[in-house]
């Protein structure tokens, strides 16, 4: 009674998984779920690196207010 952990278990879960996907399928689905996980851990760390680094305020902008002249629109006159 070794649990899960017997070989014997391990052999079947193995056929059963090879009688499902068969032989060729295999490599192709432990790359996929290979690529996953380092998609996975890849995002995990940028978003580590984005959470722990603190952003500056911005400092806020001035306006100039000599350079600011409205103009009156012009009128033309009809003779």
Do not use: C, Y
Request: net charge positive.
């Amino acid at each position: 009674m070794g649990g899960f952990t017997s070989g014997s278990h391990w052999l079947i879960v193995l056929a059963i998984v090879v009688l499902l996907f068969g032989a060729k399928k295999i490599p192709e689905l432990a790359k996929g779920f290979g690529q996953g996980i380092r998609n996975f851990k890849k995002e995990m760390k940028e978003e580590d690196t984005v959470a722990t680094t603190p952003s500056a305020p911005e400092a806020p902008k001035q306006v100039d207010t000599t350079a600011s002249t409205v103009e009156a629109p012009k009128t033309t006159t009809q003779a």
